[in-house]
């Protein structure tokens, strides 16, 4: 495989760049703090280039090698998140799940899982700080309030000075490091060059100013027709190595998916006193294994009576559903499939009201060899729900999911 296309790299350089992106994985600063987790993250750019730097010639590998080598520790900044996943407005029915879901009394608003799902969508401001792997502060600023996320030593602490709530965890070394959320360029970064193989063009795309720090252009290109990614473009800092703007741009064209910059960064050590937090006075404090508790066990758990083995095993469910999805194809038209064990979704008409209004406005209705399904479409992401229960879904079109289902 050749995917690598520059002026200077040739195929014998393929083993190096695999160990490069192995390396990077190792590299990675862990800014966003142990135990989150979020789907399609994106951060956003900021402030636009001020000029094209005149830096010396650099070719892909060389670049990716310098972004594995990179060991950045320390450094503080700002950084804009904007995604656009081309979702349609919930409207009443988005606030009355949130306000439904508040009032029932599970859970915290300051449980890290939920609040920074929010960065899904829309445009937002966080503020990060790191202090090398045991150390990091994450605070997403809001209309006079803010959300803080901050990991020191084996505590985790999120923060909503919204309601005056706290979430408190533990984290051991290690643990949970794959769950973050990927909150900087350069976690974008890793996850993306994860997924260069033979199906993608790497190129170095000339130069850049961010944060008024010079650059080199990552471009990144799916070589297939069938995904819905365009191309991926991640400015690298030139001294450091650090990614420090990320931009993925969709096939069908127009405004980027997921858009990442810094608009302030220093490397600078920060202050000890950053990752201090102390509870507020009158403040609602929820620790993590309370919520787990509460998702739990039933009251009053029962020791079932003894009874005499069965002669045979019973026939396994055929309707069962799958504990993990099936991967079909290859490279960006990768799609895994997920056989629920239900009937589908219902349509709109079935469900009525604001709920089935918004499945009908989601989804479009497919048919094929395998029967009749909906096909929930975003800008990056499609999903194919048959009437069956299976579901196929990928940053594919939905033409090639349909294929896809007619196939399987």
Known sequence: MAPYESDDSTAGEVDDLRS????????VVPVAVVGVAAATIGLVPALADSGDPDLPKISAQQLIEKIAESDVQQLSGTVKISTDLGLPDLGGLGGSLASGAMESGDGSSADPTAKLAELASGTHTLRVAVDGPDRQKLSLMENAAEYSLIHNGKD?????????EVFHGTAT?????????????????????????DTTSVTVDGTAQVAGRDAYRLLIKPKQDDTT?????????????????????PSSGG???????????????????TFDFT????????????????????DHPTKPESAPAPESAPAPDKHAPEAEPKIIGEGWNSIAVLDTGGEGLPSGSEVGGDFGGFLDSLGDKVEGKFGEGTVFKTRLVNALMTEDGKVYVGAVTKDALVKAANEG
Do not use: C, M
């Open 229 to 249: 990614v365009g191309a991926i473009t991640v400015a690298v800092d030139a001294k450091t190595g650090l990614p420090l703007k990320f931009t993925l741009t």
């Open 20 to 27: 490069g992106r192995r390396k990077a994985a190792r590299y």
């Open 156 to 164: 985790v602490w999120g923060y909503d000075s919204k309601s005056n």
């Open 173 to 197: 070394e290690g643990e949970r490091q794959e769950e973050k959320v990927p909150a900087t360029p350069k976690d974008l970064t890793e996850e993306a060059l994860k997924s260069v193989d």
């Open 279 to 298: 509870p507020p006075k009158g403040a609602k404090v929820t620790e993590e294994g309370a919520l787990d508790h509460e998702e739990g066990a039933p």
């Open 255 to 273: 405004a980027a998916v997921v858009d990442a910059g810094f608009t302030q960064v220093s490397f600078a050590k920060p202050a000890a006193s």
